[in-house]
């Protein structure tokens, strides 16, 4: 369980692969999940992702899979990869 700070501000989103610095962190840690969830490391197409995930700061728009407008993710698609 996460324990919030003193100063009343909501702990830093931790995630288990590293986004680039303009990520959302709420996304990164998301993102971070399902490829841990998922299995993401025996993937078939797991570009960008498994760069992120060995700790390579990495534009999640990059992704396979992923869609973005903006710099925004609109939409994930990993059916299968």
Same mark, same amino acid.
């Given at each position: 369980?996460?324990?919030?700070?003193?100063?009343? &501000? /909501?702990?830093?989103?931790?995630?288990?692969?590293?986004? +680039?610095?303009?990520?959302?962190? !709420?996304?990164? *840690? &998301? /993102?971070?999940?399902?490829?841990?969830?998922?299995?993401? +490391?025996?993937?078939?197409?797991? !570009?960008?992702? *498994? &760069?992120?995930?060995?700790?390579?700061?990495?534009?999640?728009?990059?992704?396979?899979?992923?869609?973005?407008?903006?710099?925004?993710?609109?939409?994930?698609?990993?059916?299968?990869?």
């Amino acid at each position: 369980m996460l324990k919030q700070p003193d100063d009343g &501000a /909501l702990p830093a989103c931790q995630s288990s692969i590293t986004c +680039a610095l303009n990520n959302d962190a !709420t996304v990164c *840690s &998301a /993102l971070g999940d399902l490829y841990n969830a998922t299995s993401g +490391a025996s993937w078939t197409n797991k !570009t960008g992702w *498994s &760069a992120a995930a060995s700790g390579t700061p990495t534009d999640y728009c990059t992704f396979f899979g992923a869609t973005c407008g903006s710099g925004v993710l609109r939409q994930l698609c990993v059916r299968r990869i």
